[in-house]
RNA sequence: UCCCCGAUAGCUCAAUGGUAGAGCACCCGGCUGUUAACCGGGUUGUUGUAGGUUCGAGUCCUACUCGGGGAGCCA
């Protein structure tokens, strides 16, 4: 019904243009505040609704934002009351009204609508205000992104990537974009996606760092961002098969230069985050103190450090409390559901009371098994910490518990070099380690940067490489910077989703990025 | 590749081996300040697939498929 007369659809922006007298002023949600007083148009889709007999609340989001229109029913827009009232969920619509600050209203803002105009009316939108399972969510990803919470993780991720881009423009990184299709010459190749390119194998990019190095040798300072891709069959909330990479790589550079170049950007990313996203954060649940404490130094210590702590009393104690913890509160859990089973079963229960109750023991329920998984996974940890053998890397559980025991993020340098990559430069003091570094987010986010100084010596290099079995013609382009003027260099890479998950304070990795794509799911 | 958990209406979940249910969504009606609004009425099923046990299977057994979590590996 209702189509809209004054700002007729299609392109109500150029083609039909108001007569003067008519223009209502458009307005943004995110700028109302500025428009108290005034009555303008906002353009959006329906959010959720309210109706009570007299009175109808729309919800309504325009992409910046939600803002509640009320509207009253009257003798003169009866017509248009029952419209407004009975529209459907994410249907697109046009409201005229008043501006006006409302302590009741969620933003401090409110309107007053004078008219409601329908642009398009949805039917039947899956994702409704109820709880949803995950997958579920995903595959309606492209809608689920305008939930509430997904708009504001999106947000904070754009934020992110746009704070890591000023930085490197700021301080001098020339912006270097690397192939996405590579030879086979990257780090391990089982995790390699396989391309056919024109008959030939190649392989989707793991890392642009190879190229960087030799970009870093005719610009100094040089940086790529881009996607990568790990053929990796991890199924963890910390783990995607495409999933975006900014390395950074610096000529006349060593290792503790690089660090600090790492500590430097997450700073900033942190501080960027706080300046511009703080209500978004409140909103995600995030502990605001944790990201305050986000500031140099960082702690650092070397993997052989990082051993002693695993193996240590300290681990034993977290662990332990953990297990104390996760054992209390199973029994809490247990206790509160059969309480609220028993008493939605009881005599005289209202209605809407049994079914609040009903679906407070499905939350318990599923805090239950996630402390339940944990109850199990604690002592495999504990084991896997306890017998932890230098020379093999950091797993998962490891690191989550090195960032565990500190309350700023971690560095962790000087790892074997059995484990790690051959373009790694050899520690001249003990040949057993390399030059490297990972940076662990605390609170047990665990790694977000890997990064290295390079193996500048020719023979040292193509030594490694023959170790490792890899085919020195393949890397002839790449044993030339060592040919050619060969310096001491070095860079990193920090994977953004890690970064947008710590920094929001997210459960897992698949909400960071619009469309995730993990093992056994690329749809949509 | 290995280990653990799961799959019932469009969605979220119930159902001592014995007639498949509730809420939401959707439709109708009511309510002048709602915040996952509420109240009354209505519609909604090949219980993931294939076998097996049983008088009888959503429920027990086997295999497979898909999903979740974790290990390994990693940003």
Known sequence: MDRPRRAPYPDPFTTHRKPEAEIMERALVADLRKHVGQTVTIQGWLYNSRSSGKLAFLIVRDGTGTVQCVLEKTD?????????????????????GEVRADERAEGGVEMTAKAVRLVHASEGYPITPKPHG?????????????????????????????????????????????????PSAGEGSQTLFKVDYFGEEVYLAQTGQLYLESACMA?????????????????????????????????YCQLDDVINVAEDLVCSLAQ?????????????????????????????????????????????ELLDSDMVRATARKAELEKMIAEKEKEAAGQGVKKWK???????????????????????????????????????????SDETLIARLHDRPVFVTHYPRDCKAFYMRRHDA????????DLL??????????????????????????????????YEWYLDLRRYGSVPHGGFGLGVERTVRWLCGLQHIRETIPYPRLMGRFYP
């Open 219 to 251: 610009h100094r300072k040089v940086y790529c961002f881009g996607p990568t891709f790990r053929a990796e069959k991890s199924k963890t909330r910390r783990h995607l098969t495409e999933f975006w990479m900014v390395e950074p790589e610096i000529a």
């Open 272 to 316: 960027r985050v706080l300046r511009d996203h703080r209500t978004e954060l409140e909103a995600l649940g995030r502990d605001i103190s944790k990201l305050e404490a986000i500031k140099k130094p960082f702690y650092r210590i070397t993997y052989s450090e990082a051993a002693e702590i695993l193996r240590g009393p300290r681990t034993r």
């Open 441 to 474: 987010a605390p609170e047990g986010y665990g790694e977000v940067i890997g990064g290295s100084q390079r193996e500048e010596r020719l023979d040292v290099l193509v030594h490694r490489m023959q170790e490792e079995g890899l085919k020195q013609e393949d």
């Open 134 to 182: 995950v997958d579920f969510l995903f595959r309606n990803r492209h809608l689920w992104f305008r939930s509430k919470r997904q708009w504001m993780i999106l947000r904070v991720r754009a934020t992110i990537i746009d704070e890591i881009r000023s930085f490197f423009n700021r301080n001098g990184y020339i912006l270097i974009d690397t192939p996405i299709f590579a």
């Open 430 to 437: 003990d040949p057993r380690l390399v030059q490297n570094f």
């Open 76 to 96: 003169a827009n009866a017509e248009m009351f029952a419209m407004a009232e009975k529209l459907s969920q994410e249907s697109s619509l046009e409201v005229d």
């Open 354 to 396: 049994a079914e609040k109750l009903a679906a407070e023991v499905i939350d318990h329920r599923e805090e239950l098994s996630e402390v339940e998984t944990e109850i199990d996974n604690i002592p495999k940890h504990k084991q896997l910490s306890a017998n932890f053998d230098w020379g093999g890397d950091l797993g998962g």
